[in-house]
């Protein structure tokens, strides 16, 4: 092989994956944002005040009001929890599947 293909060579193919089993120290996982619901409290000692909270909210097959509801980190307490919620501050019309992941910058 050439310097190029080695240089190269490694590829990540395929989507990523993770095992979030519910533990104290969870850095990855699903939760749901029930009807009716502001926030939703996730608790973990993974997370940290300088983490990254990527999350994805679960396409859902029906639409209460045609329109979205913008999701956010509203709380993080350093070693302890997050949590989401409506930009808002107003209930959801429906449940919502909440897929996260934290990442550590430090």
Known sequence: MG????LFGPILRGPL???A?????????RTT?????TTV????TAVRSNCIV??????????????????????????NYFAFG?????????STTIMWQILRTD
């Open 86 to 94: 409506t930009a808002d501050g107003i209930g959801i019309q429906q």
């Open 54 to 79: 990527n999350y994805g909210i679960q396409a859902s097959t029906i639409a209460a009001s045609g329109v979205g509801k913008p999701i956010q980190v509203v709380s993080l307490s350093h070693g």
């Open 17 to 19: 994956a993770s095992k």
């Open 33 to 37: 944002l029930g009807s009716g619901a």
């Open 21 to 29: 089993n519910s533990a104290s120290g969870q850095w990855a996982g």
């Open 41 to 44: 409290v996730i608790s973990t």
């Open 3 to 6: 310097k190029l293909e080695q």
